[in-house]
């Protein structure tokens, strides 16, 4: 059996700037600029953003739930300060904070081009 790590989460995006800038400021990732792309050192991995351009052959974004990679997960500490703080920077929630079964707490927002964002937090409080 091959071990994997991970490596990135490779977004394109029509403003790869405000989806950086989105990312910086509602989730604390670090902008680094690669080569014709913006790389976001976020939660312990990579998130590159690459331009998307009209007529460069990129599809648009379907709607939500879709099969396929239907969203990411990030954990955090202290989930309810965390949604409180982000929904009052206007950030949308698709899902409020609740506890899915005794020990997780999760959340759902909604990114740049409609990306969904699991933020969870695993406790014993959760119970």
Request: net charge negative; charged share 25%.
């Amino acid at each position: 059996m091959p071990v994997v790590t991970w490596d990135h989460v490779h977004l394109r995006s029509p403003d790869p700037e405000a989806t950086a800038a989105w990312l910086e400021d509602v989730l604390g990732g670090e902008i680094v600029r690669g080569p014709g792309r913006i790389d976001i050192r976020l939660g312990g991995a990579m998130v590159f953003i690459a331009p998307v351009t009209s007529g460069d052959g990129v599809n648009s974004a379907p709607a939500t739930p879709y099969q396929g990679l239907d969203h990411f997960g990030l954990t955090v500490k202290d989930i309810d300060a965390v949604a409180a703080e982000i929904k009052a920077k206007g950030v949308e929630f698709t899902k409020e904070p609740h506890t899915i079964r005794p020990g997780v707490r999760i959340c759902f927002i909604r990114g740049p081009q409609g990306i969904s964002i699991e933020l969870l937090e695993r406790d014993k409080k959760y119970a």
